[in-house]
């Protein structure tokens, strides 16, 4: 895929001028860089959940429209890169048994329900997500541990990962405000420099120093020779997909570490 051929699509949910900033300066940088073309954007009075959810998930009547390629409908599985912000609490992580298993992100209308699950989230499989940013509190955490070992994305990893590389996030707290106004485009820069893909995400977060964010990245691979190698994965050294990734890590930095 040719550099300015990355597809990327941004939705906040939050309505916050730098919460705005910080999505639309990931994209901007990205499209100003020729490393990629910008494709959907959806604001807080029109972001839906269901342009998240996966295509065979019904919600109150609506399937998910995350393969929809209609034009001011496109889905988050059909671009490269999709950036989501808004808020995530503890509050928002529980599915309907209350066992701590998902994780949630909230919205702020009800077209189909206020909050997306990280079950219902089933991205690469044919299509093309993938890189997925989440921006928002406890998107990350690494504190919600099971009985079958690891972070509670882990355990979705059956049906995120389906093509999926990686998804981008926070252990803890995200903020948002004037400090932290220009990640989006931090990142977008430090990705066109060379920067993993791990580094990127992690420089972009700690640039805003005086917030000791905790930035979290997770990735898969087929073996664990594959899931090291995925760890130098970049915009210009992109491994193949993984249809059903056997293999799973994570990567955490905080500025108070």
């Known amino acids: 895929m040719a550099s300015g051929e990355r597809q990327i699509g941004i939705a906040w949910t939050i309505e916050d001028d730098y919460v705005a900033t910080m999505a639309k300066g990931f994209r901007d940088k990205m499209v100003e860089l020729n490393d990629g073309i910008s494709i959907f954007e959806y604001n807080p009075y029109v972001a839906k959940e269901r342009y998240m959810r996966d295509a065979d998930i019904l919600v109150n009547g609506v399937y998910g429209w995350d393969n929809r390629t209609v034009a001011g409908e496109r889905g988050f599985d059909t671009v490269d890169f999709a950036w989501w912000q808004g808020h995530g609490n503890y509050y928002y992580v529980s599915d309907d048994d209350g066992d701590g298993v998902e994780h949630g992100g909230v919205f702020n209308n009800s077209y189909d329900q206020y909050r997306y699950r990280s079950s219902q989230l089933i991205y690469g499989e044919g299509y093309d997500l993938e890189y997925l940013i989440i921006h928002s509190c406890h998107s990350l955490d690494t504190d919600w541990e099971s009985e079958l070992g690891g972070p509670r994305w882990a355990l979705m990893r059956n049906q995120t990962f389906k093509g999926l590389h990686m998804i981008f996030g926070f252990d803890g707290i995200a903020h948002y405000g004037f400090l932290t106004r220009n990640e989006g485009r931090k990142f977008a820069e430090c990705l ?37 190698e995925r760890q130098n994965e970049s915009l210009t050294n992109v491994y193949p997909d993984i249809s059903n990734p056997t ?8 500025n108070d570490y």
């Not at 977060?205 to 964010?213: K, Q, T």
């Not at 293999?247 to 905080?254: D, E």
């Open 247 to 254: 293999h799973f890590a994570g990567s955490w930095h905080s």
């Open 192 to 228: 066109h420099d060379g920067y993993t893909f791990i580094q990127a995400w992690h420089e972009a977060i700690s640039d805003a120093w005086i917030c000791p964010d905790t930035s979290g990245v997770i990735w898969c691979g087929t073996s664990l020779n594959d899931l090291n």
